[in-house]
């Protein structure tokens, strides 16, 4: 493998086999190229887009738009139903604003205006009045004069009155911005005027239905609250009699004995303790041997007090007896029995007392016990009114949350029955629409310099799209860059390089006329092509030359019997083979019909000489195909083909062979590895990248050499848009006019 053929299957290796059609990557350059070849189409799309923009701008109505300015303030009233605050304070939030905003554009607003400036009835008398076309119209269709409904007629008057409003928040304001626009500027004031009018009025009879509603839902409700709490407080008392649960101070009747024996048993239990203790201690004084006078009790009794003053006496005087007269005195004994006496009589006191204590610590003790059985019966009382106190409060839990909630309504159905009639807008109007003096539209300046923007905008983009979708080939660089191989030379159509339309040029065939004209601009493109391939392979000759392309339609006939003819014309010894068996485009050079061709001459049943041709107007030899050329038999990739291309190079200095289609058929695939080189034709910006490279793939892998890849059928006028430096895109400025 050379290195040419080395290059050029590197760089196609490099090409994703899942190109979407070789799409074009468009840069500064190739967008500045872009331009200049699709020049009219930008002009065409970008004055399409402007005309229309102009049109519809002047076409337009003149509108005309007021607006009125509303400034929404913190709600002052609550009205309260079912619980809850129905209309509270506005909170400082842009949500409260915004639908706020919502209710301006509402349809209830927009029939309350239309309905306030009798809109609805002017309409109406319209409808009464037909116009002359609408009786004449009514003649043939009967149903155009039938009566149309007014539901429907009153729904379209509403969004016809909508379409021309326009609600906006000022910013982060509480300010709202009411503007109408309309034809009229009168009625687009009156408009705009009337719906902050509504606005303001829907409010207040809101706010006054509101809060009739909750005076009368809160009248109905108390009725019944009252009456619930009446059964409640009937079921309690019921409940307390029926248990004996009577209450005084708060507490029950049980519960108040229960304190009281409480306290007198206290009381009991502590005067007998008291008692006892003053019968233990005197029990404890006469055990130590006391005689009782110093007891307790003793010591309280008269009686005992008085004996004691006698026995003081008495004691005194039996002192002074025995002082003075000895122990057997008489009166001293007397003395001595009396004192006797007294201490029996003390002693008798004294039993007496004691015997009282024990009397009375006994009372005290059955006091006592009396009392703690009153207490076991009152408290066993008071535990039934436990049981029964828990039901009682059941009832009187229902009680009072029943007269709560009744006091509760009772003050929301003062409140809000003191506010019927007290409503007050949450917002006013702080500027009223004024008469608009001058059109709020169309903006001409605007629409304009927005329509020429898009329109060079849109201009832009139908270039970048033409260009993104242009798939073909438009440049020798394209074809280096994209596929690696070399630009052999660009072969205009013939129509584009005529120097007039009336010239007798126009008439004949590119194959004619290179040879009419062999000084001429189209002649010399293919000159450029013979100079390309004769130095393709640098150090060696290039005879055997095979013109190939990818599909049909893409002028390779024509190309190779052009440049047979130019090399004639320019002295060589050209010979041109046709060896497309299906199509036998070189027999157009034929002055005849030829019976044997390319095809006897590889079966043996012709000689080289039976098949050759001379071309008498440029002096090259033309081997063609017979009348019957195509055979099952694979001729061209034969040995035959090889002896006869090995003959034919020694006998000539250019051979052309005008091979098929690579991608239609496989014919040319048998042989290309025989000639000494292979030029592929694509269709000027018009054969898809991807289909020209799967071209260059299928020869390589068939051993051909690959000459490089010629444009065809290129349109001239157009080419020089396409940036290319090519020396024969200059020729215009060297030869304006074919030369014979």
Request: some cysteine; hydrophobic content about 40%; charged content about 25%.
């Amino acid at each position: 493998m050379n290195l040419q053929n080395s290059t050029m299957y590197d760089r196609l290796s490099q090409i994703d086999p899942l190109d979407r059609g070789g799409e074009k990557t468009l840069d500064v350059h190739g967008i500045l190229a872009a331009f200049r070849r699709r020049l009219k189409l930008f002009v065409i799309v970008a004055a399409a887009v402007f005309a229309v923009t102009a049109l519809i701008t002047l076409q337009q109505t003149p509108k005309y738009t007021a607006m009125a300015r509303i400034v929404i303030d913190q709600r002052k009233q609550a009205t309260v139903i079912k619980d809850q605050e129905v209309v509270s304070n506005l909170p400082a939030e842009s949500s409260a604003v915004d639908t706020e905003v919502e209710i301006l554009r509402s349809r209830s607003i927009a029939e309350r205006v239309a309905g306030d400036i009798n809109l609805f009835q002017a309409k109406s008398e319209a409808k009464k009045t037909p116009s002359l076309f609408r009786s004449l119209l009514g003649y043939i269709l009967p149903s155009v004069n039938k009566a149309p409904d007014p539901q429907i007629e009153r729904e379209t008057l509403v969004d016809e009155i909508l379409d021309g409003l326009d609600v906006a928040r000022a910013g982060d304001t509480y300010m709202i911005d009411v503007s109408y626009s309309a034809r009229d500027p009168a009625r687009a004031a009156l408009l705009a005027n009337s719906f902050a009018k509504e606005y303001i009025i829907d409010q207040i009879d809101s706010r006054y239905n509101l809060t009739q509603q909750a005076s009368e839902w809160l009248s109905g409700r108390l009725a019944a609250l009252r009456k619930q709490a009446d059964e409640a407080d009937a079921a309690v008392q019921s409940y307390k009699a029926a248990n004996n649960l009577v209450a005084a101070q708060g507490s029950t009747i049980a519960e108040q004995e229960v304190s009281g024996l409480n306290q007198q048993l206290a009381l009991a239990r502590a005067e007998l303790a008291e008692k006892e203790a003053r019968l233990s201690t005197a029990r404890g004084q006469l055990k130590r041997g006391s005689t009782g006078e110093d007891l307790g009790a003793a010591l309280d009794s008269p009686v005992i007090q008085q004996l004691r003053q006698q026995r003081a006496v008495i004691s005194q005087k039996a002192a002074d007896l025995e002082g003075r007269y000895g122990d057997r005195h008489p009166d001293l004994l007397k003395s001595r029995r009396e004192l006797i006496d007294l201490d029996a009589q003390i002693h008798s006191e004294v039993t007496r007392i004691i015997s009282n204590l024990e009397a009375q610590v006994e009372v005290a003790r059955q006091h006592a016990g009396s009392i703690v059985g009153s207490l076991s019966q009152t408290r066993n009382q008071l535990s039934g009114n436990a049981r029964a106190s828990v039901r009682l409060n059941e009832l009187q839990r229902n009680l009072d949350s029943t007269s709560a909630v009744y006091q509760s309504f009772l003050d929301r159905y003062k409140q809000a029955s003191a506010q019927v009639g007290m409503q007050q807008s949450d917002a006013r109007v702080v500027s009223a629409a004024k008469i608009p003096t001058s059109p709020s539209s169309p903006r001409v300046g605007l629409n304009f310099a927005l329509g020429f923007i898009i329109a060079l905008l849109l201009g832009v983009g139908a270039v970048v799209i033409a260009e993104m979708f242009d798939t073909g080939l438009s440049a020798p660089d394209d074809i280096e860059l994209e596929l690696g191989v070399p630009a052999l030379a660009v072969i205009p159509s013939l129509e584009s390089v005529l120097p007039t339309a009336n010239d007798e040029a126009e008439i004949l065939s590119p194959e004619k006329y290179v040879v009419k004209y062999p000084l001429s601009q189209f002649a010399e493109s293919f000159r450029s092509l013979r100079a390309a391939i004769r130095m393709c392979r640098a150090g060696k000759k290039t005879k055997l030359v095979a013109i190939t392309s990818s599909v049909m339609d893409e002028g390779k006939t024509t190309t190779a019997i052009a440049l047979i003819r130019i090399a004639a014309l320019a002295g060589d010894r050209a010979l041109l083979v046709d060896c497309d068996l299906r199509h036998r485009g070189v027999n157009i050079m034929l002055p005849e019909e030829r019976e044997a061709g390319l095809v006897e001459l590889l079966s043996g049943t012709a000689t080289l000489a039976d098949v050759i041709v001379h071309d008498v107007e440029s002096g090259a030899d033309i081997l063609p195909l017979g009348r019957s050329p195509f055979t099952p038999r694979d001729l061209l990739a034969s040995d035959a083909m090889q002896e006869v291309l090995g003959q034919l190079s020694k006998s000539y200095d250019l051979v052309i062979l005008d091979t098929p289609p690579v991608l239609a058929v496989s014919d040319t695939r048998g042989f290309v590895d025989k000639v000494d080189a292979v030029v592929v034709l694509a269709r000027w910006s018009k054969t898809p990248r991807k289909v020209i490279q799967q071209t260059l793939r299928v020869l390589h892998s068939s051993g051909a050499y690959i000459a490089g890849v010629a444009l065809s059928r290129a349109d001239y006028k157009q080419l020089s848009a396409y940036g290319s430096d090519g020396s024969d895109y200059y020729y215009n400025d060297y030869s304006s006019k074919p030369s014979a």
